[in-house]
């Protein structure tokens, strides 16, 4: 591919810093006392009449229903009306003045059934779905449940994903491509709209897709995303403002610019349909060109690295539970680790390891060693400081880090 955008590895897309002046400061101090509850009591009816909109939608059909087959046309017709009139006068009353520029034209559902959208730094974001008059998302399955916003996602047939297992993520990747290809078969369902990246940044960079959007074989049309605001108050990383900082900075704006450019459709070629990597890939470059800035070399995990290691409270936490189960088990050194990189795996490409353990594979490390089962809770709570929500599973990445440290320290092995 010709000029294909520079590829960089140094840049870190998940560090964000706001700089606020004193005269930021000033403007955020009075539009909080000012204009921020203004916003508030302007967005209440337009919420309340939107939930009351969905919840006439939806009645009458199961989840199932709305899940796999077209709405009829008046459920069509109250969609339009909450995203064309009560979800745009939304935005407006946040304070969010966008402009679209058009590259091309937007595609229809039988010429892209897909929307892949970036770069995504921001919440804000979804904003970009009204514009885009409320295509299907693709949302965690607990998002259904969130008062307010999970019946709005479910009115627009979002595809709902999990991520507890393998086996989920295959099925989530079969219900996608099977709904995509519907779409572009002329099924009547709506288009899909995704972001490739799977995380936020901080726009300076594209970091890789995930292959799940170019799965399905079908045309794509990319859509890009600017906030030309000189300040930035809308990005949100995992090393940056806190969600609550964020909301408040944004909405104590008099106005966010928000420019959205669709570029031409992407009809893959046969290489790429058998290569959804690749796909990927191309289409990423064309996005980077366009926008002007680098591809990286950064994903999604490399964020949740960041997020595990960046609170010194909860680094120092971890550390400690780590060296309580490796003590117990009598293993200061490098042999659990090892074994967490080296058993079972049939190939030395550290790209093809499944880097995620549930409990039994995790502990099992620990008693290979040739120790006693004399800990469970130990190596437990070391298990549990590294998931949340009641995952059932680890990303181990994390883990190896810290225990490396410990393991490089001179003074550990020698610890009683």
Request: charged fraction near 20%; charge should be positive.
């Amino acid at each position: 591919m010709k000029n294909r955008p520079q590829r960089i590895k140094t840049l870190n897309p998940f560090y964000h810093r706001v700089e606020l002046t004193l005269w930021d400061k000033i403007k955020i101090g009075l539009f909080t006392v000012t204009l921020l509850p203004i916003k508030i009591l302007l967005l209440i009816p337009f919420l309340c009449l939107a939930e009351l909109l969905v919840l006439i939608g939806l009645s009458g059909i199961t989840f199932e229903e709305s899940q796999s087959t077209q709405l009829s046309k008046w459920r069509r017709v109250v969609r339009w009306i909450i995203a064309h009139l009560v979800m745009k006068s939304i935005v407006f009353c946040s304070g969010f003045i966008w402009k679209i520029k058009e590259t091309g034209k937007r595609a229809t559902p039988e010429e892209a059934p897909i929307f892949v959208v970036g770069p995504h730094s921001s919440y804000f974001d979804s904003f970009v779905v009204i514009l885009l008059g409320s295509p299907s998302i693709v949302a965690k399955l607990d998002t259904k449940d969130v008062p307010i916003f999970g019946r709005l996602v479910t009115f627009t047939q979002a595809v709902y994903v999990t991520r507890e297992s393998k086996e989920s993520r295959k099925q989530v990747m079969e219900a996608l491509k099977q709904r995509a290809q519907g779409v572009f078969n002329g099924n009547g369902m709506p288009q899909i709209y995704i972001y490739p990246e799977g995380t936020t940044g901080n726009r300076s960079s594209l970091i890789k897709f995930k292959p799940g959007a170019f799965v399905p074989q079908v045309p794509v049309q990319p859509v890009l995303i600017r906030y030309p605001n000189v300040f930035d108050a809308v990005t949100y990383t995992f090393d940056g403002l806190s969600l609550k900082q964020n909301i408040w900075y944004a909405l104590a704006q008099l106005y966010v610019n928000v420019e959205v450019e669709y570029l031409p459709v992407y009809v893959p070629s046969e290489a790429e349909k058998n290569d959804p990597n690749l796909f990927a890939e191309n289409v990423r470059s064309v996005m980077s060109e366009s926008l002007r800035i680098p591809m990286s070399d950064y994903q999604f995990e490399d964020g949740t690295l960041l997020s595990a290691l960046r609170d010194e409270t909860k680094f120092l936490h971890k550390l400690q539970t780590i060296h309580q189960a490796k003590k117990v088990f009598g293993v200061l050194d490098y042999r659990v680790e090892t074994a967490m990189l080296l058993r079972g795996q049939g190939s030395i490409y550290m790209r093809q390891m499944n880097w995620r353990k549930n409990f039994v594979e995790f502990q099992a490390q620990f008693y290979n060693m040739g120790s006693e089962i004399s800990s469970i809770p130990k190596v437990r709570d070391v298990f549990n400081s590294f998931t949340k929500n009641g995952e059932d599973s680890l990303d181990v990445r994390p883990y190896l880090v810290l225990a490396s440290l410990l393991c490089n320290n001179k003074r550990y092995g020698s610890r009683s």
